[in-house]
């Protein structure tokens, strides 16, 4: 296996082992998973990618998240992010889906909106549009490593309430409905999240990140948004530039992306599997700790 760097932060691309070789293979499978922990982000190019094989490789690392209420896919193993309607034709410029997609260009890190929150991600794409469409990564492991000490200890047990309204209501608040309001309240959250494989720490970031526990609502705001700010500087960012049969798998402890537009009058489709830190052997207690209040109470 080769590993290129695609960031000196974080991010390789893979060489010498595709996904099939990780789903075959215990010694390909152990070599992408000490990878994966050590650069964040992998790229796979120019895959023969099916449903069936994104979900058999993302199976390997744990448990799949059902897509949420809401979404394309809802109750199934796949979110399905495009522009083309059931017809497979362009949906008018109003559809949810446009709307969803500009959302979904907010720094934000996957599901940490919910009880169990995704440990990973795997991305795939399906049908391309000829310019925009990046997605973007920062690492916010290389953004906890940068800070002063004394912000470290500052931020260490802080606590944060992630909402997936807190995003939503940032491009729309009526974006929501009330089956969503219902199935997703707002969730605890350590703003530090320790990768137990590795001993590395990262702050835990997103859009849906409207408040920290225990600190006035403004200083609160101010914190985060200075902290995110710091995080996603132009030079931190990778940008990846999407072909058709790419695959990324990328650590939403330790990272966070967002999606940039592109020419509405294209089509793009790409499919995304998450894998639950319901059911993951590299979690951090405190994590898991806050998760079980919640699904207790």
């Not at 448990?63 to 495009?82: D, P, Q």
Request: charged share 25%.
């Amino acid at each position: 296996m080769e590993l290129v760097p695609l960031h000196s932060d974080f991010g390789a691309e893979v060489k010498g082992l595709d996904l099939f070789d990780a789903i075959c293979d215990a010694t390909a499978y152990s070599k992408i998973r000490a990878a994966f922990d050590e650069h964040s982000v992998l790229l796979w190019r120019k895959q023969n990618v099916t449903d069936d094989i994104q979900a058999t490789f993302a199976r390997a690392f744990g448990a799949l998240e059902r897509t949420k209420v809401g979404s394309s896919g809802h109750g199934s193993f796949y979110s399905r992010m495009n522009n083309l309607g059931p017809d497979g034709q362009l949906v008018s410029p109003s559809d949810r889906a446009l709307l969803i997609a500009k959302a979904n260009q907010l720094w934000h890190t996957d599901s940490s909106f919910k009880a169990w929150p995704a440990v990973a991600s795997v991305l795939s794409a399906r049908i391309i549009p000829s310019d925009g469409g990046q997605t973007e990564f920062v690492s916010t492991r290389a953004a906890w490593n940068r800070l002063d000490q004394a912000s470290r200890d500052q931020l260490i047990d802080k606590v944060a309430i992630h909402s997936y309204a807190t995003s939503r209501n940032q491009i729309d608040p009526a974006m929501m409905s009330e089956q969503e309001h219902a199935a997703l309240p707002p969730v605890r959250k350590p703003l530090t999240w320790l990768n137990p494989v590795n001993g590395h720490r990262a702050l835990y970031l997103a859009a849906h990140v409207g408040a920290i526990e225990g600190m006035d609502k403004h200083d609160g705001q101010a914190l985060l948004a200075r902290l995110m700010d710091e995080a996603t500087q132009s030079e931190y960012r990778y940008s990846h530039t999407w072909e058709e049969g790419d695959v990324l798998l990328w650590d939403n402890r330790a990272t966070m992306h967002r999606g940039r537009p592109w020419k509405g009058s294209e089509a793009r489709s790409i499919v995304r599997v998450t894998i639950s830190a319901s059911d993951y052997d590299g979690v951090d207690q405190a994590v898991l700790g806050l998760a079980e209040q919640l699904t207790t109470a």
